[in-house]
């Protein structure tokens, strides 16, 4: 009976360090990875490029992307949302394709009253259509701290992560022969930006510019890629030679699965795949198999 916990422990051990996404032994600052790509007297540096802050006022917000382009990998940041009265605030991690034929993967953080809670969206293009928003209230007030963003990327599945949380799954199917399926070199960029029009109670809330300006913190300058060019695509993106795509990330784990399942329970706010205004018929990858 003895040896039965001491094993339980071990196998926890190993299951929390395999699936502990995105540890890496890299320490890179922000201009090995990255570059300022607008805004740039709205950026200012920390902890010797270990940190960026990006400012948002009336005139202008800011943003910054990725060297390189990348096919398939494990993408992160630690992101500090603004704390002021943010209605209005967008602050965006996200994957976009630039060249040609539109993909993207977004985590788009909508601002919001103080009180209210600020709403986490996420969405995906595939062969230039999107429409594919799901929301969810986070768990914790995302402007008190820093915290993780991720997302997993490879030929089968695409994982959105909030910490180590799988938040949304985008499987890589095929569905009565249409694929809706990112698989074009995409930048990794972060931007901060008025999205009054829009971001806030459909828009209705906008930007209190009194508060401004508006500020987000990022770290964490690593990207685990397979670097691709957009006019040239890297053949070897999809490879076992890269971790991401080896058979342990093929699909979610039970564990995984049900955190995922009580996020959707406990948190989300809006699913396109429910809308039946938007989408009288389902989009075929609604349509699980």
Not at 31 to 58: A, C, M, P
Not at 150 to 167: A, E, R, S
Request: charged fraction near 20%; hydrophobic fraction near 35%; aromatic fraction near 16%.
């Amino acid at each position: 009976m003895g040896f039965r916990p001491r094993m339980l422990m071990l196998v926890l051990t190993l299951f929390e360090m395999f699936f502990s996404l995105g540890a890496t032994t890299k320490n890179a600052t922000f201009d090995q990875n990255y570059y300022v790509t607008w805004g740039q007297n709205r950026i200012l540096f920390f902890k010797h490029g270990q940190e960026v802050q990006l400012s948002l006022d009336q005139s202008s917000g800011a943003g910054f992307g990725s060297r390189s382009y990348y096919e398939s990998g494990f993408f992160q940041m630690r992101i500090k949302l603004p704390d002021k009265d943010s209605g209005g605030v967008v602050t965006a991690f996200y994957l976009h394709s630039n060249v040609g034929i539109h993909d993207e993967l977004d985590f788009e953080f909508l601002g919001n009253r103080p009180g209210k809670p600020i709403v986490l969206q996420t969405n995906v293009f595939a062969h230039g259509l999107g429409g594919r928003e799901q929301r969810i209230r986070l768990w914790f007030d995302p402007s008190e701290g820093f915290h993780y963003y991720k997302l997993l990327w490879n030929q089968h599945q695409i994982v959105f992560f909030v910490d180590n949380i799988p938040i949304r799954v985008y499987k890589n199917r095929v569905v009565h022969g249409v694929a809706g399926y990112p698989h074009r070199p995409m930048q990794v960029l972060v931007s901060l930006w008025d999205g009054s029009n829009w971001a806030t109670d459909g828009g209705k809330t906008k930007a209190n510019w009194t508060q401004a300006p508006f500020q987000a913190h990022f770290q964490d300058f690593n990207i685990n890629g397979c670097r691709s060019n957009p006019h040239s695509p890297n053949k070897d993106c999809y490879s076992t030679k890269y971790w991401w795509n080896n058979r342990n990330y093929l699909q979610l784990n039970s564990h995984q699965m049900r955190e995922l399942a009580a996020v959707r329970r406990k948190y989300m706010t809006y699913d396109y795949c429910t809308d039946k205004n938007r989408y009288p018929i389902a989009p075929v990858e609604c349509l699980e198999a």
